[in-house]
């Protein structure tokens, strides 16, 4: 079974700081992407990696591919209080077009 | 180009009862995927769709079960409700392409049921 876990599970910092969020698997996945929801609302993609090692900026936000592809980061610079909410990785196992889904991380920022 | 769109928004039934959910999937796409999201947790896959066959199942009873149509819209049924099936119903449409990997998914609001 696959399965994605996610640290921190919550995470509250003041407006300006960094922040790093981890997704670890002991699976290698053929993608991964990353999410963000907000309260009564679905998921929302933010990036989608592929290859080993993979860098990818929005913005303030940068995300990384592990070279094994078993695992991924998501680090966000100078954090506004528009960043607050539920951070969610996903990895498509080998050829399946499946996604499982971490278990989370709630971020708040507070201005 | 319209979004993923499911109905109802919020229902709430009572143990025992029956439910049916439905998804509209964004146009041009043709695979549909169920979640279930409990509070607090991320979402766990139910199961796939793909030009109207089940492609792949999460470990949920098969008192979980689902359609989609020609359209490709799509409906997930639930028997025998169970106070453990509280939780956020997500659809998510995309597109499989042959042979490559990271396809894009869109999700819906999501259905809340409260099974009392």
């Known amino acids: 079974t696959q399965l994605l876990e996610q640290s921190p599970q919550f995470l509250s910092i003041q407006e300006g700081e960094n922040l790093t969020v981890y997704c670890n698997s002991s699976?290698?996945?053929?993608?991964l992407q990353w999410y963000r929801q907000e309260p009564g609302e679905g998921p929302v993609l933010l990036v989608t990696?592929?290859?080993?090692?993979e860098v990818k900026k929005l913005k303030r936000l940068t995300f990384q591919f592990g070279d094994a592809r078993k695992d991924s980061s998501l680090h966000i610079t100078a954090a506004q209080p528009g960043d607050t909410g539920l951070y969610l990785c996903?990895?498509?196992?080998?050829?399946?077009?499946?996604?499982?889904f971490g278990t989370g991380t709630r971020l708040k920022v507070l201005a | 180009e319209t979004g993923v769109t499911q109905s109802p928004t919020h229902l709430i039934k009572t143990r025992g009862q029956q439910v049916t959910l439905r998804c509209s999937s964004q146009?041009?796409?043709?695979?549909v995927s169920w979640y279930q999201q409990a509070l607090g947790q991320g979402p766990q896959f139910i199961f796939q769709?793909?030009?109207?066959?089940?492609?792949g199942r999460g470990n949920f009873p098969p008192r979980f079960s689902g359609l989609q149509f020609p359209n490709y819209s799509s409906e997930l049924n639930v028997n025998a409700l169970e106070l453990d099936d509280s939780a956020l119903y997500l659809c998510?449409?995309?597109?499989?392409?042959?042979?490559?990997?990271?396809?894009?998914?869109?999700f819906g609001p999501g259905t809340r049921l409260t099974v009392l």
């Open positions: 998510a449409s995309s597109t499989r392409r042959s042979g490559r990997t990271g396809n894009e998914q869109f």
């Open positions: 699976s290698v996945f053929s993608s």
């Open positions: 990696v592929v290859t080993g090692g």
């Open positions: 996903a990895g498509e196992g080998g050829g399946t077009y499946k996604y499982i």
């Open positions: 146009s041009g796409h043709n695979t």
């Open positions: 769709y793909y030009r109207e066959e089940e492609n």
